[in-house]
Nanobody, 116 residues
Framework: QVQLVESGGGLVQPGGSLRLSCATS????????MGWYRQAPGKERELVAS???????TYEDSVKGRFTISRDNAKYTVYLQMNSLKPEDTAVYYC??????????WGQGTQVTVSS
């Protein structure tokens, strides 16, 4: 059974940091591309950052220089380090695993709230 479990969300003040984790099971993690998405109330889900199985990364423009995606293949886990958080980063953050064949699995999401 494939499972993606996000953790690390919470309430943080503007300028603060959080590290999200997405622990996976039931997949051959090392061959999957991984991505972090977010969905704010009333908005569509958007790609925040992605990392290929070779370690290449991409970032949405608004998070470049503030967020870092990384993966630990030994732990079947992908991370999103978020620094200099802003209120507009408030959203539910989702992890997505995409197989080489193009099929995807999603996690249940973790809430990130940036507020003073």
């Amino acid at each position: 059974q494939v499972q993606l479990v996000e953790s690390g969300g919470g309430l943080v003040q503007p300028g603060g940091s959080l590290r999200l984790s997405c622990a996976t099971s039931g997949i051959l993690f090392s061959v999957y591309a991984m991505g972090w998405y977010r969905q704010a109330p009333g908005k569509e889900r958007e790609l925040v950052a992605s990392i290929s199985r070779s370690g290449s990364t991409t970032y949405e423009d608004s998070v470049k220089g503030r967020f870092t995606i990384s993966r630990d293949n030994a732990k079947y886990t992908v991370y999103l380090q978020m620094n200099s958080l802003k209120p507009e980063d408030t959203a539910v953050y989702y992890c997505r695993a995409t197989s080489p064949g193009g099929t995807s699995k999603w996690g249940q999401g973790t809430q990130v709230t940036v507020s003073s």
